[in-house]
């Protein structure tokens, strides 16, 4: 099996983001080869400077930000610190919203279109939030 972990992202719900996160995260610093890929509804959970909390679900986002559960956005700024995860803005997604490289967080690397983000997936494990 391979050791790769290709994490596909649309939602833009706290509860997909968090999980999406833990998953990166956990793969990168375990030794996995992690790409994740931000589209449609989640890139713009990462524009530099968004103050805007990601929608909850349901109960357990809640929770989750009342128990203090490390934020989404901190789990994967370490999953690229700590272990070898990268993370792609989706190309069309940053065209339809009009950002560009310099609106996004500073540990998002470069825009990807599906095409590659597919092709690299198709070794390892596929996860979609």
């Not at 929608?55 to 070898?84: C, I, T």
Request: charged share 20%.
């Amino acid at each position: 099996m391979s050791n790769r972990i290709s994490i596909l992202i649309v939602s833009g719900s706290l509860e997909r983001l968090q999980m999406a996160a833990m998953i990166a995260s956990v793969g990168a610093v375990s030794g996995h080869a992690v790409t994740v890929f931000l589209s449609m509804n989640a890139l713009a959970q990462f524009r530099k400077g968004t103050i805007t909390a990601a929608p909850s679900e349901g109960e357990f986002g809640r929770l989750m930000l009342q128990k203090g559960a490390p934020p989404f956005r901190q789990l994967f700024e370490q999953a690229v610190e700590l272990g070898e995860a990268k993370i792609h803005p989706c190309s069309m997604a940053m065209d339809l919203l009009g950002y560009d490289a310099a609106d996004i967080e500073p540990y998002i690397g470069e825009a990807m279109g599906l095409t590659k983000f597919l092709d690299e997936a198709s070794e390892g494990q596929v996860w979609t939030f």
